[in-house]
């Protein structure tokens, strides 16, 4: 018996008939195979960047039984790593990944999404994002370029870098030569420091030959893969400049609009939890790795001064105005910031900071 006879016969009526069809439709649309390819910003087998996009891909295929398959691309391969956002956006390929604020020449807005000196940790990120403004103030900054931006990993709160010259006042930053991108780098130079931009592969040389005085890279996980403890003398602690860096993927909009209702739900599933992943093995391995480099490496770790700090984080806050004042969306987009930054830092007060202050004598650090 077919079943709309069937159903006809049992007396159902044409509404729950429909209901019963809008149910299954998802199964209908599963049976689609879709082959998507996606182009990365990250040099091959980087881990957590590139191993969480090529992670992200294999979960897409197996939440759709095989049906759903993207191929990835490392930096290169396919097109250059900052060719990534232009091949998604004009439909070369359907999906990218990268950090937000690679993009600030294109839209200045962007480099709140990845990470904002002095701004929100990757809790915060996240809290803005899912439970804030933050992804649907995103997704209008990525609208004109045919884009649909959604976070898909964190790095969690990144170390202020290594230093061959030490920090006690805002004034060791004049004349400083520093390794650091992004916003971190305008603030840098507002205090004074030059920023050299290096490509990573070059970065351990040019410590070393003191080309800079000081990197920052990521966490102590991925600095020490990059062997920064053998050229530099101190470790500075806290990543002021990159409280929580958000990496993203991006996808062609009209692609990502022609998948079936399901497929876009393993996209943001999939994504979702990526962000996640990524925050679980970041600190898992930065606390492994920093262990190690100060019980068998015996680096000298150093919290920059309060003072210089504070210093700091009112020349980010002019560094974010300035930007602010020439582009309308940064200005929209760093209002909603701010408001939910002091509001979520209340509650913070009282929670997270209050609990780790609590249990802070467990740790070696605390002398
Ligand atoms: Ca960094």
Redesign the pocket.
């Known amino acids: 018996m077919k079943r709309r006879d069937f159903l006809k016969k049992a007396g159902i009526g044409a509404a729950a008939a429909a209901a019963a069809t809008a149910v299954n439709a998802p199964f209908v649309h599963a049976q689609k195979t879709i082959q998507w390819k996606m182009v990365t910003t990250w040099p091959p087998k980087l881990p957590f960047l590139q191993t969480g996009a090529e992670r992200l891909a294999k979960r897409v295929e197996q939440m759709s039984g095989g049906k759903f398959k993207i191929r990835v691309y490392a930096a290169g391969e396919l097109v250059p790593a900052f060719g990534s956002f232009e091949a998604v956006s004009n439909g070369t390929v359907q999906a990218g990944s990268g950090a937000a604020y690679y993009w600030a020449g294109k839209a200045p807005a962007s480099q709140w999404f990845a990470a904002v000196p002095f701004g929100l940790n990757a809790d915060g990120m996240a809290a803005w994002f899912w439970g804030g403004d933050g992804l649907k103030l995103w997704e209008e900054v990525y609208k004109p370029f045919n884009l649909i931006p959604r976070p898909a990993g964190t790095t969690g709160v990144?170390m202020g870098g290594w230093f061959n010259k030490k920090i006690n006042t805002i004034d060791d930053f004049k004349g400083l030569k520093m390794r650091i991108p992004g916003l971190g780098g305008k603030v840098l130079a507002k205090a004074g420091g030059t920023v050299v931009l290096t490509p990573g592969g070059e970065i351990f040389t040019n410590l070393e030959r003191g080309v800079i005085d000081a990197t920052?890279?990521?966490g102590p996980l991925h600095d020490f893969i990059m062997g920064f403890h053998k050229v530099a003398k101190y470790y500075y602690y806290p990543g002021w400049h990159?409280p929580g860096?958000v990496l993203e993927n991006f996808f062609n909009k009209k692609a990502y609009e022609s998948l079936p209702k399901d497929y876009q739900l393993m996209l943001d599933i999939a994504t979702a939890e990526t962000y996640n992943w990524m925050l679980a093995g970041f600190n898992a391995g930065n606390g492994a790795a920093l262990e190690k480099l100060i019980t068998q490496h015996k680096v000298n770790l150093v919290r920059f001064p309060e003072k210089v700090m504070a210093q700091l984080r009112k020349l980010a806050q002019d560094t974010l105005e300035e930007i602010a004042a020439k582009d309308p969306m940064s200005k929209k987009v760093n209002d909603n910031f701010k408001k939910f930054q002091k509001q979520i830092g209340i509650w913070g007060e009282v929670s997270e900071k209050a609990y780790y202050d609590l249990i802070a004598e467990k740790y070696s650090l605390k002398k």
């Open positions: 990144q920052e890279w990521v990159e860096t």
